[in-house]
């Protein structure tokens, strides 16, 4: 599937959890630019800095990844996924941290790369000619036996936790938040969003965000364009969930069926808590 060298977007499967299985999905190469038809260019520059009113309040951010982890760890506690590193067998390498940076997919070179730039002597910076080689394979060439532990203890280091977050935003929250803006959505919408880029990515196959959008745009149109929010939203979900479906490791649709069909049912388009849903038959609560 991936071509050695080659950054590719990719979907994952889930590593083991008990009882129930987490799933880390996620595909990268979205960069700055997310989306499609209009596409959303640099519209994140602006000469006067514009005060967060959606999903990039930090009280909203921080529901966000609650929810995401919820489903990618079966967690609340965002946090302590810094340190998470394992080869779930997706055929991408290792998988790691935050937001599930794959060594087999090129996000991973991307974050050590740019905590080396900040700290050229950390611990992980020996593994570098090592995760351009592996980049485009499930390949652990160069990084066993050590890499795991050393991953470990570079995830107590404040700056390597402070790269996971500037490449989580970067690649994935920042251009979803900028698109549902651009779309007209609220905080819920922008969520959906960010939610669909982080387990499909951005590419051009119809199950990418990219392709996820042109489906919802097609059947609905978003506020910008005069349609109705929660009528989009509704056509975003079901082109999202028909993604989901292409793929048998996506195919438990419980992230978008019990938890965001959920707020939205509830008009809870600013996603106010408190929130309740289930993800994988787990339940989660914020107060």
Same mark, same amino acid.
Request: with cysteine.
């Given at each position: ?69 919820? !489903? ?23 998988? =790691? ?30 593994? &570098?000619? !090592? ?11 160069? &990084? ?9 203890? !570079? ?40 939610? =669909? ?19 919802? &745009?097609? =059947?609905?149109?978003?506020? !910008? ?38 707020? &939205? ?23």
């Amino acid at each position: 599937m991936h071509t050695p060298h080659i950054r590719t977007p990719r979907t994952r499967t889930h590593r083991a959890h008990t009882p129930h299985p987490s799933r880390r999905t996620l595909l990268t190469l979205i960069g700055a630019t997310v989306v499609a038809a209009p596409l959303l260019t640099t519209q994140f520059a602006t000469a006067t800095p514009v005060s967060p009113t959606g999903l990039d309040d930090p009280a909203k951010k921080e529901i966000a990844m609650q929810l995401v982890s919820s !489903a990618e760890n079966s967690s609340l506690e965002w946090k302590k996924q810094y340190r998470y590193i394992e080869d779930i067998g997706d055929g991408r390498g290792y998988t =790691a941290g935050i937001i599930g940076f794959c060594s087999g997919t090129g996000d991973m070179l991307d974050l050590v790369e740019l905590y080396t730039r900040h700290d050229p002597g950390n611990v992980l910076a020996k593994y &570098l000619p !090592a995760l351009r080689e592996v980049d485009g394979s499930d390949s652990h060439d160069g &990084l066993d036996p050590t890499y795991r532990r050393d991953w470990e203890r !570079a995830a107590g280091d404040p700056a390597f936790q402070r790269a996971q977050n500037d490449e989580r935003d970067r690649v994935y929250f920042d251009p979803a938040v900028a698109q549902g803006k651009a779309d007209g959505i609220g905080t819920l919408g922008q969520f959906a969003y960010y939610d =669909a880029i982080v387990m499909h990515g951005d590419g051009g196959d119809p199950t990418s965000f990219r392709g996820i959008r042109k489906r919802a &745009l097609a =059947a609905a149109k978003p506020p !910008a364009r005069g349609g109705d929010e929660v009528a989009y939203l509704n056509a975003f979900l079901d082109a999202r969930v028909w993604a989901m479906k292409q793929e048998e490791a996506h195919s438990d649709t419980s992230r978008v069926d019990t938890a965001q069909r959920v707020f &939205l049912r509830k008009g809870n388009l600013n996603l106010d808590p408190p929130l309740d849903w289930k993800v994988y038959g787990d339940s989660y609560h914020i107060g």
